[in-house]
């Protein structure tokens, strides 16, 4: 990979040549770009792709579809979903719920759009009362009768599992974002041995990342029998 680049062109260079054929591609906001959706489409594959500022026409149109709904009574049924779910764990009730429709696929300026979502995030501290809202726009080239809001609902949550369980712990909880190492193929060579230690851990069972290398740091002897460099 060239040393200027980023992940608007790693990421099309990385799918360049594979057939997508029944895969669903999806991409932060980072990623959401005509070329990158309308090579996906080229490759026989679907996309789907949140949608921040950084496309503001397309934004603002999401956004205005859902707070100004123009559906007519017997139109709403056709071009509008919702799904809602409730969870309670981790001292967190967490109220999310996905809307999507068909409304602006005629009239969008975007490769292959089928349906916009509209997400919307309620979490509720139970031990302070404190509460966060989140709202997130999104856009797919799956077809409704393709993926109904729940399905929609799992492959945006399978997204951000893999961020937040991988690249988050990775760069904050292992520092890969502090790393100063810069020379030659150290700063890969560095990168492959933390997925390779962060691969360990979760094959040992945890599920917290940080309390995992407190565990092993805190012995020479835990640490090699984890690599398996000592007897079990």
Known sequence: MAEKSNEITAVPALLAGRDLSNTITTADALLTQRD????????????????????????????????????????????????????????????????SSTTLAAYLDWPGAKQVLRRQCKRVIMKTGEVRTKTTYGITSLQATDVGTAGLEVLWRGHWTVENRTHYVLDVTMGEDACQVHTGKAPQALSLFRKAVLALLR?????????GLRYYGASGNRALELIGALPT
């Open 36 to 99: 990158l959706s309308q090579q996906i489409l080229a490759q026989k594959g679907h996309y789907l792709m949140v949608v921040k500022e950084n496309q503001p026409a397309l934004y603002q149109a999401i956004a205005l579809l859902f707070d100004q709904p123009p559906w007519l009574p017997s139109e709403k049924a056709a071009e509008y979903a919702v799904y809602r779910t409730v969870e309670k764990g981790h001292g967190r009730l967490e109220t999310r719920r996905l809307e």
């Open 203 to 211: 094959a040992q069972g945890w599920t917290n990342i940080a309390d």
